[in-house]
């Protein structure tokens, strides 16, 4: 079980430029989540996927597209990057594991650097 | 929201002690705490979770108190470690009843510094 894995690890973008963050779980989870963590502080969220079919926004969404691609797959999409989106960008996922458990696991992280 | 910067609360102990890190959460409709590591450079990893209907729970040298009057929330470390260094988040989660996801609201964060 390699957990919740993310492509690339680390990305250098120029202002208006377009990626995408990749994210893969092999839980069989039902939700995944995409987050950024910025120096000093805690996780925010920018969009969920309850389920498979279904996304919806976080905390912090704007700037940010997703696609819920199969069960495994989540994606994290920048159409014109901007500085402030310098940031460390983490992938989550969590699903029933007996009763009364929400615990998300999270993925290595996305060193994303926006010059 | 709660106020963010780039100062996070900081404690530093001697290996062998016990630490107690504090976190304090605002939302009464919260029934689910969860309680992460993040050592430098990895994502965040669990550690131990409580529901609202509990105000302790144990696990392997740690334990999470819960107290629900004041909205605080607790982890204990016992025999502390230096591979126990590391940030440690708590998150909070206020539609975990029942349902197969839940979002979290993370607070600040405290770096743990374990001295040999």
């Known amino acids: 079980n390699a957990g919740v894995t993310q492509t690339p690890k680390f990305q250098v973008l120029k202002t208006g430029q377009s990626m995408t963050l990749q994210c893969a779980q092999d839980?069989?989870?039902?939700?995944m989540y995409w987050y950024r963590q910025d120096p000093g502080m805690g996780l925010r969220l920018i969009y969920y996927?309850?389920?498979?079919?279904?996304?919806d926004k976080g905390e912090v969404p704007n700037g940010y597209n997703v696609s819920r691609l199969n069960k495994r797959e989540f994606s994290l999409r920048l159409e014109s990057a901007a500085p402030s989106q310098t940031s460390v960008y983490f992938c989550a996922s969590s699903g029933f594991e007996g009763v009364g458990t929400d615990t998300q696991y999270f993925g290595p992280g996305t060193r994303l650097t926006v010059l | 929201g709660e106020s963010v910067g780039l100062h996070l609360p900081t404690l530093s102990v001697q290996e062998g002690d016990n630490s107690i890190i504090n976190c304090a959460y605002s939302?009464?409709?919260?029934?689910?705490f969860i309680w992460y590591k993040q050592e430098s450079g990895k994502g965040p990893q669990f550690i131990i979770d409580i529901r609202s209907n509990m105000d302790k729970r144990q696990g392997q040298r740690v334990t999470v108190l819960l107290n629900k009057t004041v909205k605080h929330l607790s982890l204990q470390i016992a025999a502390t470690q230096p591979g126990d260094s590391a940030v440690y988040f708590c998150a909070e989660n206020a539609n975990a009843g029942g349902t197969s996801y839940g979002k979290l609201t993370f607070g600040q964060g405290t770096i743990l510094t374990v001295h040999p």
């Open positions: 939302n009464s409709a919260s029934d689910y």
């Open positions: 839980m069989n989870h039902n939700s």
């Open positions: 996927s309850a389920s498979e079919g279904t996304t």
